[in-house]
């Protein structure tokens, strides 16, 4: 079992940043992969962004990135901890953003592969 606690989100104005953070705790062999989903309402959860960390003879971080925010989110990771620093937002980055995990998701971005999720952070950017 694995605890993600995010950070707050916020409100702000288009072109400008917010950064959002998780943190694991509990088993942290299921944070193999983490991500950062959003949702509108009435709308499918999407995914956004998703970072694997492995080791092979030494540390291995690969991450993936939806179309949309590809450039404008990159997604560091700290162990387990992992951010998603948004820049140049756009009024259609409002969302409810989530936080997740995952040891072996199919689809690194697919939401219904990961099994551990946070409460979510409303994120909301006014023109």
């Known amino acids: 079992q694995v605890q993600l606690v995010e950070s707050v989100g916020g409100s702000v104005q288009a072109a400008g940043s917010l950064r959002l953070s998780c943190a694991a705790s509990g088993d942290t062999y299921s944070t193999k992969y983490m991500g950062w989903f959003r949702q509108a309402p009435g709308k499918e959860r999407e995914g956004v962004a998703a970072i694997y960390s492995g080791t092979f003879e030494k540390l291995i971080l690969y991450a993936d990135y939806a179309d949309s925010v590809k450039g404008r989110f990159p997604i560091p990771r700290d162990k387990n901890t992992v951010y998603l620093q948004m820049n140049s937002l756009e009024p259609e980055d409002t969302d409810m953003y989530y936080c997740?995990?995952?040891?072996?998701?199919?689809?690194?971005?697919?939401?219904?592969?990961?099994?551990?999720w946070g409460q979510g952070t409303q994120v909301t950017v006014s023109s």
């Open positions: 997740a995990a995952d040891p072996s998701p199919r689809t690194v971005l697919e939401y219904r592969d990961y099994h551990s």
